[in-house]
């Protein structure tokens, strides 16, 4: 049964979040502050944490600052508005997903099974023999472990499994609603921003800049490729 942690300030939305998610089968645990949930976090260890944006006190790009600070546990934050720039700030502080509220149950439930799925494993059934080195970067998709340099590299879920995605297939270049749907396991139809975002994360992860990547290129007006520099 996933454990699924609501941090939401509004107890209407997040009674009904709770009863909608327990009702498909998830146990869940709420919390109307972001310090209360970085306490809950540590107590009641969730799958998954559903994380309003507008939390008094402490915002929630903040809160999820914090928890990215030391957990990969998955993220998907909920936002009253689709406004472009709250939620591309909001993916590049180490959200995996996104929901604008109002949000349906089933609707929630689905995202969280699909970002469960993405933590759970590659996005084949095909487990490396041996770790893949390109160049620096080694690659144990066995494992599922990522190092730079002999470092190991702490990968969020959907960081994980775009660099698989990528680097299954060298030198091919992978559309946006390509990497969308083979990553995060949705549609959104001309939504770039999640794929962009988690890009971005990732480059700096691996320590590599935008303007001059080494493993992970941009294919300007189409998407992205992977292929050691």
């Known amino acids: 049964m996933p454990r699924v942690l609501i941090i939401e300030d509004d107890r209407a939305v997040r009674d009904g979040l709770r009863l909608a998610l327990r009702r498909q089968g998830h146990e869940v645990t709420a919390a109307a502050t972001g310090e209360d949930g970085l306490d809950q ?26 928890i990215r600070a030391h957990d990969q546990v998955p993220i998907v934050m909920a936002t009253a508005r689709g406004d472009d720039t709250d939620i591309v700030v909001g993916l590049e502080a180490g959200a995996d997903d996104y929901v604008v509220k109002p949000v349906k149950g089933r609707v929630l439930d689905a995202r969280i099974r699909a970002v469960l799925r993405r933590a759970g494993g590659p996005p084949d059934d095909h487990a490396a023999p041996r ?20 470092r190991q590299v702490a990968l969020g879920p959907s960081e994980l499994r775009l660099l698989l995605t990528l680097s299954a297939s060298p030198g091919q270049v992978f559309s946006r609603q390509q990497l969308l749907e083979a990553v ?46």
């Open 41 to 66: 976090l540590r107590a009641f260890r969730p799958d998954v944490v559903i994380l309003d944006l507008m939390l008094p006190g402490m915002p929630g790009l903040d809160v999820c600052r914090r």
């Open 131 to 150: 770790p893949e080195h390109h160049g620096d970067l080694v690659i144990d998709r066995a494992g599922l472990t990522v190092a730079v340099q002999g």
């Open 184 to 229: 995060w396991e949705h549609s959104y139809h001309g939504d770039a921003r999640l794929v962009d975002a988690c890009v971005k994360r990732l480059r700096s992860k691996i320590g590599e800049s935008s303007e001059r990547p080494r493993y992970v290129h941009t294919v300007r007006g189409f998407g992205y490729r992977f292929g050691v520099r």
